[in-house]
């Protein structure tokens, strides 16, 4: 026992729990636990809105593995980290977010600066709690993490009234805590393992979509390993993207209403899927009464409420995706009796027709296969929100887990290049690009001053065709060509804006500018955004139009 | 498939904050909560949730999962109703404008085996206890003398015998 103020406490206790770094505003509610941060160890950076420092949490999260941490004052601060908590909310992201919260004797009377943060973040984290006193502090914050980071992850919000953080009290660290309300499964139940393992054994045609789960879990080894044993190609949902090494013989792509011609083909064909840690999203299956009707699913999630909530499965398995494929993997020790070849050969011709589709010229999927040529194997790539997303999680391929970040269930414009701050603190050894629109990065862009006076030298590329461009192509594809508030004028000129915030700023018309300035952006290491003016008319194809099925899927020309 | 009642017995964290989590997490997920009924159970710092549903058997099987991913529910049991006892209470303030009228409603009360619990010179207060079909047939009995406030508990409800919901 230690007797210390609550701000005193929190601080300790994050610094228990590993915190590095936390990304945040101070205001009149967080006062105390500032004061107490000045002669902290642990990095605080200075984003320039709270939106930004929960969405820095988020990426730093995704690419490390380990929470994210923010901090906001009451009221508007709190209220302005609704959007990244959603955002890691809908993704399964381990963020814990702190808020200033007015007195406790001021609660519930309108105070300045008061909102009900707890009410508002209810539907939105995986939990939350408002501290009553002081000496709850250190319990909390542990309960906090372990909630946040355990079973399927998720933010966690925990809000601080001043007077607990000002408040003395005989504080007690404890390094155990039980919920008794709170047991996740990990382990797969052993009988529905062997049933999985003799349905892929006996399957022609398997395949397993690859989710979110699988990165969360580091299970990425043993689904590559699975995959080669019972030749199984693997698509990813936009969550999975990096579970394999997109070069490799068996790795489709992306699947869903932007899937890879692969990928959207062969599931089609497909007689048992081994779905895990997805949640079958509507992007990813289209009208869910037309989802693969004549395959056996099989669904592994650690969420056991995922089970049968949109799409019915044949077997399912509660747990974690990485003990849950390396029990597959262990149960099947058959020897598969034939190399399923024609189904092999069917995955290298749908592969090879989706690779040559991309044709040499300033375009964005050639511009990201340049791209992709220039970065390292590790490099990591977040984006925004729309085309510039799906034409990343297409063309740019990801050989590694957690080296693509991107907003998935929320679809958050303006994550992106916040999530490449965050990924960037928690990763300086790699190089961090953010490939935004110009509309996305419209919408966070003043955080350049945070990455620029902080010195996080994050690389944005600006893919700039004028327009609000996903929702333009669907203007153009569905609403005939009636484009409603999709211009944005041609301004600003991310040059200057980018040399307004003391960051380096460069511009690509043609390929080769192209390649010139990400290999200047790589080799200054400072913070750069390069603006691509590219064409408004390009759209993102193949598509599957919302609410329809895999038969339905456009390609491009058709 | 086909809708029908169910009745969800949920141990909860007995604390500020849990019955909103709950209740939110109905209205978020589009589930229909027909009553909740909350109060302390045998187990201090613990309460006990009595919630209806009218749902298929998809969406009852959802609800239960949803309610067990929250970190305040403790545990989670849909009740079997032929091995259960299910009651409700209800308070009826009838308009009894004359002796006539007053002693036909005495009349059905004994039948119903209620209580008078409140008697004014036009009015009478009536409280009925039992499982809620029992308590609308009374309603629908009652309710040409004039109801003039009517308050229903919603369901409150145990497992019989050696079956119990408990940590």
Redesign the interface.
């Known amino acids: 026992m230690v007797n210390m103020s609550g701000a005193e406490a929190l601080v300790k206790a994050l610094e228990k729990e590993g915190v590095k770094h936390i990304f945040g505003i101070p205001g009149g509610a967080t006062l105390p636990i500032y004061d107490v941060l000045y002669d902290s160890d642990i990095r605080h950076i200075l984003v320039r809105h709270e939106q930004a420092a929960a969405h820095a949490a988020d990426g730093y999260a995704r690419v490390s593995g380990r929470p994210g941490v923010c901090f906001a004052t009451s009221g508007p601060g709190a209220t302005n980290l609704v959007t990244g908590i959603t955002n890691a909310y809908m993704d399964s992201v381990p963020i814990v977010a702190f808020t200033g919260q007015v007195p406790t004797s001021w609660i519930g009377k309108d105070a300045f600066q008061e909102a009900d943060i ?2 508002i973040t ?2 939105i984290t ?2 939350n709690f ?1 501290v009553q006193k002081a000496s709850d502090i250190p319990r909390t914050v542990k309960m906090a993490f372990y ?1 946040a980071t355990s079973g399927r992850p998720g933010p966690v919000l925990v809000d601080l009234p001043k007077d607990i953080q000002i408040d003395h009290a005989e504080m007690e660290f404890d390094d155990e805590i039980s ?4 047991k996740p499964t990990y382990e797969p139940h052993p009988i529905q393992v062997r049933r999985a393992a003799e349905l892929l054994a006996n399957a022609e045609k398997p395949m397993i979509i690859a989710g979110g789960g699988v990165i969360a879990s580091n299970a990425s080894e043993e689904l590559i390993r699975l995959s080669e044993k019972i030749l199984a190609p693997v698509a990813t949902t936009l969550m999975g993207k990096g579970a394999i090494p997109e070069d490799h013989p068996l790795a489709l792509g992306q699947l869903g209403m932007h899937g890879t011609l692969a990928a959207n083909k062969l599931i089609l064909e497909a007689d048992v899927l081994l779905c895990v840690g997805m949640r079958f999203s509507d992007r990813t299956t289209g009208d869910p009464k037309k989802f693969c009707p004549d395959a056996k699913i099989i669904h592994v999630d650690i ?3 995922e ?3 949109n799409i019915k499965c044949y077997l399912p398995i509660v747990g974690d995706a990485k003990l849950t494929l390396h029990a597959i993997n262990e149960a099947l020790n058959v020897v598969l009796k034939e190399k399923r070849t024609e189904w092999m050969r069917k995955v290298k011709e749908f592969k090879a027709q989706w690779e040559s589709s991309v044709k040499e010229g300033f375009t964005p999927p050639y511009l990201m296969k340049v791209l992709r040529e220039i970065l390292p194997k590790d490099a990591i790539v977040a984006t925004e929100v729309g085309q510039n997303q799906m034409w990343a999680a297409l063309y740019f391929k990801s050989y590694l887990p957690r080296t693509f970040v991107s907003s998935g269930g929320l679809g958050t414009m303006g994550f992106g290049f916040p999530a490449a701050i965050g990924a960037k603190v928690a990763r300086p050894d790699r190089i961090v690009v953010d490939i935004a629109g110009d509309g996305s990065f419209m919408m966070n862009y003043p955080n350049l001053a945070c990455a620029v006076s902080e010195n996080i030298p994050v690389i944005i590329i600006v893919l700039n065709n004028s327009v609000l461009g996903m929702v333009a192509q669907w203007q153009r594809l569905f609403y005939g060509r009636r484009y409603s508030q999709v211009h944005l004028g041609g301004v600003p000129d991310f040059v200057k804006l980018a040399e307004a915030h003391g960051a380096q700023g460069l511009r690509a018309e043609t390929v080769e500018e192209f390649r010139k300035a990400v290999k200047q952006a790589i080799e200054s290491d400072v913070v750069t955004v390069i603006d691509v003016p590219i064409s408004p008319e390009e759209n993102v194809f193949p598509m599957i139009p919302a609410g329809k099925s895999y038969e339905d899927m456009i390609v491009e020309g058709s | 498939m086909e809708r029908q009642t169910h009745i969800i017995s949920a141990l ?2 007995h604390k500020p ?1 849990v019955l ?2 709950v209740s ?2 109905f209205r ?1 997920r589009a589930f229909n909560i027909e009553s909740i009924t909350v109060g302390p159970a045998e187990q201090k710092d613990i309460a006990r949730m009595t919630i209806v549903v009218n749902a298929d058997e ?1 969406i009852l ?2 609800v239960v ?2 309610l ?8 989670v049991s849909v009740l079997d109703p032929a091995a259960s006892v299910v009651r409700e209470m209800v308070l009826v303030k009838i308009h009894t404008p004359n002796s006539n009228v007053r002693s036909d409603v005495i009349n059905y009360v004994n039948v119903f085996r209620g209580r008078v619990v409140d008697i004014a010179p036009d009015s009478l207060i009536v409280e009925i206890t039992g499982d809620p079909d029992k308590i609308n047939a009374f309603i629908d009995l009652v309710r040409n003398f004039g109801i003039k406030e009517l308050a229903r508990t919603g369901v409150t409800a145990l497992s019989r015998g050696l079956k119990s919901v408990r ?1």
């Open positions: 707890v009410g209810t539907p995986k939990h408002q909630i919920l008794r309300g709170y969420d056991s409420s089970i049968d909530k | 909860v964290e904050g909103y989590s939110n997490m978020r998809r099987e959802q999962k949803q067990n991913k929250l970190i305040d529910v403790i545990k940590i």
